[in-house]
């Protein structure tokens, strides 16, 4: 099968894609203005960080309805964490659209490199050790396990607060203390002790009045795609990283991008 192949510069993930689909003649958009007629069009994971323009370099910025606009049923759309203004409007028009994070084999990567990345971040911004730390993960779904895996072979004291009952029930069975977003709020002391919070869902689970009982000298790493938004009265440090994979293993992550494009389109 032939297919023209079109890459949405983002990060050093869609270098490396580029480089390993180059005997498929992949390239990069390098204008809004030549952007293709059909063919595959690799756009950055996550689709958007702002939930208003795409994730890529390509100047100006480009908003997600400007760019639904812009295609037809020629095109296939690859990337990840696509909003559903994208997904229903491909839907709607016979557009293929590819997540490639709902494959097995590529998510179980992607969390596997978003938790060491995440690490390697709490490593060079905290002041302290991570031996040290008590973490609140908020959040168990794929990623806040890998994370919890990862993280308990150094830190012992960490409590996750997941709000869906079978995450909660695989947690404890893990061996975590994971509690319900209600008894979290109600356990002052355990909040009053946490120096690093880990959000991974999209739609946090803890009313803001919880950061009350947070110290001031808190981290809190926001990795779920979308901004966190925290109290004024909140004073601690917010260090926003979505795309993980993307800085600490752009190779590893972008070899693998290019291999779910071959097995996608059948190169």
């Known amino acids: ?6 890459i949405l510069p983002s990060d050093a993930r869609t270098d490396y894609a580029r ?9 990069f958009l390098d204008s809004w203005g030549n952007f293709p007629e059909e063919g595959v069009v690799l756009t950055g994971i996550p689709f958007t960080k702002n939930g208003k323009s795409l994730f890529t370099t390509l ?11 812009k295609l037809t049923p020629d095109h296939i759309i690859i990337g990840g964490n696509f909003p559903a ?15 490639v994070l709902q494959s097995p084999s590529f998510g179980r990567l992607n969390t596997r490199l978003t938790a060491e ?14 031996l040290e730390s008590k973490i609140l993960l908020i959040g168990y779904g794929r990623c806040g396990k890998e994370i919890a895996r990862i993280f308990s072979n150094y830190s012992k004291k960490i409590v996750i607060t997941e709000k ?7 947690a404890l069975a893990n061996g975590f203390k994971c509690f319900s977003p209600d008894k979290i709020r109600g356990n002052k002391s355990l909040l009053a002790q946490t120096n690093i919070i880990i959000n991974t869902a999209p739609d946090v689970p803890i009313a803001s009045s919880f ?3 947070i110290p001031s000298d808190c981290y809190v790493f926001q990795v779920a795609s979308g901004p966190l938004l925290l109290p004024e009265t909140f004073h601690g440090i917010l260090i926003n990283c979505p795309g993980i994979p993307g800085k600490y293993a752009p190779k590893t992550a972008g070899s693998k991008l290019a291999a779910e494009i071959c097995k996608y389109c059948d190169l």
Not at 19 to 27: D, V
Not at 117 to 130: D, E, I, N
Request: hydrophobic fraction near 40%; glycine fraction near 4%; aromatic fraction near 14%.
């Open 59 to 69: 100047l100006p910025f480009f908003t997600i309805d400007s760019f639904i606009k």
């Open 117 to 130: 990345g995440l690490l390697a971040q709490v490593m060079s911004k905290t002041p302290f050790s991570v």
């Open 19 to 27: 480089h390993c689909l180059a005997s498929y003649g992949a390239k």
């Open 211 to 213: 950061f009350t009982y």
């Open 164 to 170: 869906n009952q079978k995450s909660v029930s695989a």
């Open 85 to 99: 203004a994208v997904t229903d409007y491909c839907a709607m028009h016979d557009i293929p659209c590819y997540d």
């Open 1 to 6: 099968m032939s297919v023209n192949i079109t």
